[in-house]
């Protein structure tokens, strides 16, 4: 599926939700003490959804996958504070707000991962580097891809004992 807005990426979603709910979570009495704690916290939240929207709208993969790299640093660094804060006796009332923030944090840190490994394996270099000349060649080799497999399948249905079916899983 291709995405128009960041807004409708599942992990920016999760991502914002995210934010929202250390901002929840941080208005306890327990992040009221002096320090820094509550402000990192929120800072870090709010900053994976935000290099998230940022890298969507840069224009090269190169771009995006650092923004998704940052974002899924400040994923960790929530967890890591999470941790940190889940540890204080004084937050034994948090603890289950807490550990539902951890994995979603975690969930946070998965999806970007994911979609950077997919980014890194791909021959599309971002809306910037799209010329006509890589658009022609990006839909020949979509329309190759296709051809293969309507030419593996009907060989398949042809002589099944000598192809395999090409929608089998291996």
């Not at 929120?42 to 994976?48: F, H, P, T």
């Not at 940022?54 to 790299?69: D, H, I, K, P, V």
């Not at 270099?125 to 990006?138: F, I």
């Given at each position: 599926m291709k995405y128009e807005r960041f807004e409708d990426l599942p992990v920016w979603q999760a991502a914002i939700d995210l934010a929202q709910q250390v901002y929840a979570l941080t208005r306890d009495r327990f992040f009221a003490q002096p320090g820094d704690l509550r402000d990192q916290l929120?800072?870090?939240?709010?900053?994976?959804?935000n290099n998230i929207a940022?890298?969507?709208?840069?224009?090269?993969?190169?771009?995006?996958?650092?923004?998704?790299?940052i974002a899924r640093g400040s994923a960790g660094e929530v967890r890591s504070m999470l941790h940190f804060s889940d540890r204080s006796p004084q937050t034994a009332h948090l603890k289950s707000d807490i550990s539902k923030l951890i994995a979603l944090a975690e969930s946070c840190s998965r999806q970007i991962r994911a979609w950077a490994d997919h980014l890194q394996n791909s021959d599309i270099?971002?809306?910037?580097?799209?010329?006509?000349?890589?658009?022609?060649?990006?839909?020949?080799?979509?329309?190759?891809?296709?051809f293969e497999r309507q030419l593996a399948q009907t060989l398949h249905q042809a002589h099944p004992h000598i192809y395999p079916d090409p929608d089998a899983k291996a």
């Open positions: 929120r800072r870090a939240a709010l900053s994976v959804s940022e890298g969507f709208e840069r224009g090269s993969t190169a771009e995006l996958l650092a923004f998704l790299y270099k971002g809306q910037r580097h799209l010329d006509d000349q890589a658009r022609k060649d990006y839909q020949h080799r979509k329309g190759a891809a296709a």
